[in-house]
């Protein structure tokens, strides 16, 4: 059975509730160790990477999620964390410079047409691992990328109303 | 491709919900905030208490300061201007830093206009003590809202006034009172409408001004703050690394007594504090005609 949790330690949790909720699919927020027991799929939100990844070793959350195998959809911060949480591409935080920089354009995916992403203070991927697959680019560079249980994208899908990328992510191993 | 707008500075301002940001005057203390788990530092050259102990005019951050702190911390870096000075925010735009704070704490530049922030680029935060005053911030152009509460005072009483007296006057809007509450907080109708039918100021809402422990932090939390500014109340403190975790620990878990007792424990002593009525000047009360 799907279990949908949302990290809701810092950062956007409330705007992927909106998300999920626009869906019809029911979630948790998942704030201590105990809420990741009964879920298989947790979205991890936007926010500051350094902030959450501290928390969830405070939190003794850390672990859990390492071994738990659970699908995860990271967005910009969260992206991060799947990285060390084992996801193998290359991130570089804040790839693009500081608040000036951000921005919002439209991707160019086969999946996903006219998708547009919100970047801010957003970080860049370099996949090189061939089993990885690019579903969205920005200018060649890959911003939407899933190996196995994970679901990362280094823009906010949560800022906006269109609810394709996390209606993907819930299809995820979730028979 | 869209840049500068204002979905973009709300966005900024919605990746730092549920955190805590941090006064910082140099940039040993900027690595603390950030090791301690603060969502973005605010950089000055004295923070509020101090600010109130040596007096005189205070201005905008030196350049070079906020550039060291900039290179030193990988989370946002916000600093201040005095209210309506255009001028101080042009250099934070073109210092390239991440926020604005069109702070009451600084001398006040100009007692007729506050800055026109929607001719920046870069987001700006602003104090407010009632809706009128926070809506007339957000019609120019402010991406985030705090409470100013009574900065450098160590004593949260401002605060909660002001976040209580926000979330009355928002609840007390209805059809029937709509068009003589946007003459009373001189503001047009349709962002009283906008409240009316959210039930929320229509940008992220945190607070300041006093916050001096975790149990200050989760207090307001409680009350429905969306994240925590502290100001002098980490590094006024007798143990500013200590207490810095402690505060963020107690916003993330601030409906979790047992855990806020635990990070409450041998913090050492908190900022000395002041009671308002002894205050010589109110920060608060600055804010252009």
Known sequence: MKKVGILALQGSFAEHAKILEQLSQKYIFVRSKQDLENITHLIIPGGESTTLEKLLWEFDMWGHLKNKKLNIFGTCAGAILCQKLGLDI???RNAYGAQQASFIAELDSKIFKKLQGVFIRAPKFKVQNKKIKILAHYKQAPVLVQQNNFLVASFHPELRKDTRVHAFFLTLNSD | MEKNTFELKSGLAQMLKGGVIMDVMNVEQAKIAENSGAVAVMALERIPSLIREQG????????????????AVSIPVMAKVRIGHFVEAQILEALDIDFIDESEVLTMADEQFHVMKDDFKLPFVCGARNLGEALRRIEEGAAMIRTKGEAGTGNIVEAVRHLRQIQSEVHDLSTRNLSSKAKEYRVSKEIISWVLKNKRLPVVTFVAGGIATPADAAMMMQ????????????????????????????????????????VSENLGSAMSGQEINELAVKFAEREAA
């Open chain 1, 90 to 92: 290359e991130i570089e």
């Open chain 2, 56 to 71: 005189g005019v205070s201005r905008m951050t030196d350049p070079k300061l906020l550039k060291e702190i900039k290179k």
């Open chain 2, 223 to 262: 009350m429905g703050a969306e994240g925590v500014f502290v100001g002098s109340g980490i590094f006024a403190s007798s143990n500013p690394e200590v207490r810095a975790k402690a505060i963020v620990q107690a916003t993330m878990n601030y409906d979790k007594p047992e855990i806020l007792a635990k």
